[in-house]
């Protein structure tokens, strides 16, 4: 998945996935906090990936682990318009307002409040170069 898209949210929560990503979700996909203050969004295929980096760890730090990052993550089914829900509290924690930004990774999707991403990329770029990233990431 590849792409920076910009999208609003309509009065009810709900974002139109970009076509190009959509294809690649599913109908239905999984959508969790991220790291930092955005949203990771996951194909069926790649939430079970996702899940199983959780295999093998004992139950008390699995449970530590998974409890809060499971309990707000949902499962969001795409609808006949292409668009998702997303949920209050996912967009609380990412701090989304009307506008995204939904950028494809391999692997997953990110959405983004669109200012925020736009400081953060803004931040980035400020700092490295596009040589340096190539060079960081061994290309």
Same mark, same amino acid.
């Given at each position: 998945?590849?792409?920076?898209? #910009? ?11 970009p ?12 959508? %969790?906090?991220?790291? &930092?203050?955005?949203?990771n %969004?996951?194909?069926?295929? @790649? ?31 795409? =609808? ?6 997303? *949920? ?6 990412? @701090?989304?307002? &009307?506008?995204?930004?939904? %950028?494809?990774? *391999?692997?997953? %999707?990110?959405i ?8 953060? #990329?803004t931040?980035?770029? =400020?700092? &490295? ?11």
């Amino acid at each position: 998945m590849t792409g920076k898209f #910009e999208h609003g949210i309509d009065a009810k929560g709900r974002l139109t996935v970009p076509s190009q990503l959509r294809r690649e979700l599913g109908d239905v996909c999984y959508v %969790v906090r991220g790291p &930092k203050e955005y949203l990771n %969004v996951y194909s069926a295929e @790649g939430w079970e990936k996702f899940c199983s980096r959780f295999e093998g760890q004992t139950q008390s730090r699995a449970g530590e682990l998974m409890r809060f990052l499971f309990a707000n993550a949902a499962t969001c089914e795409i =609808d006949g318009q292409g668009r998702i829900l997303l *949920p209050n509290e996912l967009r609380e924690y990412a @701090g989304i307002g &009307k506008n995204v930004t939904v %950028v494809g990774l *391999p692997g997953r %999707v990110e959405i983004w409040d669109s200012e925020r991403y736009h400081e953060a #990329e803004t931040a980035y770029f =400020d700092k &490295k170069t596009m040589a340096e990233i190539y060079e960081e990431l061994g290309l």
